[in-house]
């Protein structure tokens, strides 16, 4: 990797040295003008042990006290050319894995971008998707320490001023390593709109197809472990997967469409639920199979003027696509199956989260807005998950009005009503579904132009899993510099199950801005929770300590 | 731009098919077997499985199910060990505490693992893999792999058990089957097998789960001793240990397990060897 980069530095000071010497000659043209940019986001925390809530035993809370994870990124941009690198720091990070410690630095990410008339060039760690990313998404998710980033090269041609087409090929990124299952792909894709002058429509149609091909080492393992089946078990194995995708936005008006449908070839991996026949004659669950998968995916959406309503939909089956069968929970995922599920922002109404399931699903969602006057809006949304069994994942129903009084104050109110698979998402044998009701209500006043408050309350009523919770915040904010935060849980009504009895959870924040730059000062008490995914389960442990983080854009 | 199109569409298509007529591997069938064959040479390698594991874990026990699956497969060239350590290793009220202070060390010498079932094979982290824990799904593959591999030392244990008094005296021979330069440890440790207790299942809780490979103790600091005298070719190395077998445990379950580790850049165990300690 190092050096790696001493001969991207190499290349960068030939540009910039170049560039220099062309100046004292010529008068500059806007390309030769060189543009720095960048961002800086840093994040560090120190550990205080807590038994009470379970903030122990780990490495941070045992003996390390401190962590830290920091990304710089640079962008240098001249003659066309765009040239990035960015450095990655894990200091006892807990992103990789919540459970340990994780300790690593050097430079992440390097890139370099050229557009020689109609070709795009790329090469380096590059970042893009196809179509919606249902085949192939490299992307980075920091608070997830997913960073899919394809270190390998991307060629782009635009085949007239609306269709373009695309290859790339590639390692995935693994921290500063890679996988060593290479992938490539090609879209194309385009954009027809109606040509009389009072035509409204438009589509924007692409296809793709991205193919996995495993190393020796990885397919030898494969073969190694399906060797050590019974044979009712056995199945066969390849070293290359095909996947394909079509998909097309219409617009036509107020109204948009996408779809997309993908088929992936059958390939090897490991299905948590698959009945696996043991030596002895008895059966458990888990094991290696071969099957192709499907995936369709749709969404449309209406606005007028005051209303607006949105609809989606989503059938999986066996759609997991990982650098190799091995790889689970966000580790190697080459492609990204949207969440069919509304992204809640209150502590409590996102206490409980659909998890996208890859092996099976069948989901869909509809989210209808409306604006009665400049006053008042309402929000309605629903969700509902099941397997292809037809068995309830998640169902859930949040409603929202917000009413504005002028510019002074605003009120934001609703409930949330959810049901919560937790024996299949948590993988919990016998646990009933959860089923909770959310009321909550958030007003922010506005003393002046610059000083305002905002309060919410929050009470998630269940008698299932740890019971019912109370939550509360108060938010004052000095624009554009200060804001602080002070907030609590609490578990109000405790089942049987909970271990935290009259334990209460608070949080305080201070953020201060100044023009680019964000700093913030965080007293944390955060439950614990068990995460599970395809039968493999992940603690999240509970944090007690205090967070620190800097961002910085120049 | 349409005769574009069609010839770009053309080409990616043709791309896409061209090579699906791969040359698939063959899967050889190590279950076809009754598992007889000649008895394995001392200088055979051997390899350790580490499962960590709870009474808690729902999702341990197939885990544990797949490792009798490999140890049918591979018999005495792989030696199984379960450690109850980690979030799910809280004992039930009433239960006994199948933890071990040594269990919960290893575990964080290790390294903690992503999810369970997890079990770390011959201490070794393999290629792209992220850390030594592996994911169920991965283990037989890479027993097969280690193997494969040469072995580096003969390891052979020759115990006394002492039933009157509950005494086990051990010795461990360690011969390098050529000259060893780099820096080894020593690891000694007591198994039990047999053991009927509660266990949290996908079916519920199972009071009556037998729990087998469960390491007791580790005779020796947990993470090895450290061999100083000099490793030659066909030179036998000789070590001799003592312990005192506590009465609740079961003499006629009980295994130890010896393997040698490298105590350098890399916490991989070269060779190991397991005993009943009641022949």
Known sequence: MKCRFYILLTVAFAIIGQNLFAQENNQPNPQSVARISGSLESNINFFFEDTLIGATNTPQYDRQLYGADTWLQLNYSQYGFDIGVRFDLFNNSNLLNPQGSYTAQGFGRWFIKKKVNKLGISVGYLYDQVGSGLIFRAYEQRPLLIDNALYGARLTYDLSEDWQVKAFTGLQKQQFDTYDTVIKGASLEGFVAGKKEDANWSIAPGIGIVTKTMSDAATNTVVNTIATYSITDSIGAKYNTYAFSAYNTLTAGRFSWYMEAAYKTAEVFFDPFAIKTNRDGSTSPGKLVNRDGTIFYTSMSYAAKGFGISVEGKRTENFTFRTNPFVSLNRGMINFLPPMTRVNTYRLTARYASATQELGELSYQIDARYKASKKLSFNVNFSSSSDLDGLTLYRELFTEVVYKQKRKWTLTGGIQLQNYNQERFETKPGAPIVETVTPYVEFLYKFSRKKSLRLEAQYMSTEEDFGSWLFGLAEMSFAPHWTMTASTMYNISPTKRTNFNDIIYPRFDVFYTVKANRFSLSYVKQVEGIVCSGGICRLEPAFSGVKMSVNSTF | ?279
């Open chain 2, 1 to 279: 731009m349409k005769k574009s199109i069609v010839l770009i569409v053309s080409i990616i298509l043709a791309f896409s098919f061209q090579s699906c007529n791969e040359n698939m591997p063959v899967i050889p069938c190590l279950t076809c077997d009754d598992g007889g064959g000649p008895p394995i040479p001392p200088e055979a390698r051997k390899v350790v499985i580490e499962e960590f594991t709870g009474v808690r874990c729902v999702n341990c026990p197939q885990g544990s199910a797949e490792i009798e699956n490999l140890l049918a497969v591979y018999g005495e060239q792989l030696i199984a060990i379960s450690l109850h350590a980690g979030f799910f290793s809280n004992p039930y009220p009433s239960q006994e505490d199948f933890r071990t202070e040594e269990g919960t060390q290893i575990l964080d010498f290790l390294g903690q693992p992503l999810g369970f079932p997890t079990a770390v094979v011959n201490r070794k982290q393999f290629d792209g893999e992220d850390d030594l824990q592996l994911g169920q799904a991965s283990w037989g593959g890479y027993i097969a792999q280690e193997l494969n591999t040469e072995s580096k030392f003969v390891l052979d244990i020759e115990n006394d058990f002492n039933s009157d008094n509950f005494t086990l005296d051990v010795k461990v021979l360690l011969t390098p089957i050529e000259d060893f330069t780099g820096d080894v440890k020593l690891t000694l440790l007591i198994t039990e097998s047999g053991i009927i207790s509660r266990q949290l299942t996908p079916d519920g809780d199972n009071l009556d789960y037998e729990h087998k490979h469960m390491l007791r103790k580790i005779v020796t600091p947990f993470d090895g001793e450290a061999i100083n005298e000099l490793l030659s070719a066909n030179q036998t190395v000789e070590k001799n240990y003592s312990v005192d077998i506590p009465l609740t445990w079961n003499p006629a379950k009980l295994s130890i397990i010896a393997f040698v580790q490298d105590a350098g850049a890399t916490k991989e165990i070269f060779q190991a060897d397991e005993s009943k300690i009641e022949q």
